[in-house]
């Protein structure tokens, strides 16, 4: 079992995260990824690219994550990805709406560019293999 996902889309419409994304995932072997800064390009890349998992921001001004997530939902070659959000926010509410949108995990802006890689994986493993526990 792959240990942590190849396919990543991010979206995010801060172009500065997009660059700290992308040089921090660079480089990892067997990775790729796409980004964008558009939600609605987002949608687009998803059906496109299957990604096996979307870092996406959490609140975007053409189309927030949730509404994002449910646009997805909607659509049977979309609908089982799941969604790690980045957010500058730091008190993070409607867990469970998230949850139900396929959300494995948040992390919190700014994040340390060295241990994105880290959080993830440990994202990811958590979802494929929920009775192990994992460290993130």
């Not at 964008?36 to 975007?60: H, N, Q, W």
Request: charged share 30%; proline share 7%.
């Amino acid at each position: 079992m792959v240990e942590y996902p190849q396919r990543i889309l991010h979206v995010d419409d801060d172009e500065f995260i997009c660059e700290i994304v992308q040089k921090s995932l660079a480089g990892i072997d067997g990775l790729e990824l796409e980004s964008c800064t558009e939600s609605r390009k987002g949608i687009e890349l998803a059906r496109s690219f299957s990604p096996d998992v979307i870092l996406m921001d959490l609140k975007m001004p053409d189309l927030d994550g949730p509404a994002f997530l449910q646009t997805l939902r909607d659509s049977p070659e979309t609908a089982d990805i799941p969604a790690i959000f980045l957010t500058g926010f730091e008190e993070v509410t409607m867990i469970d709406l998230y949850r139900r949108l396929l959300v494995i995990g948040i992390i919190y802006k700014p994040f340390e560019p060295g241990k994105l890689v880290h959080t993830i994986n440990g994202f990811w493993k958590n979802y494929r293999e929920p009775d192990q526990e994992c460290s993130a």
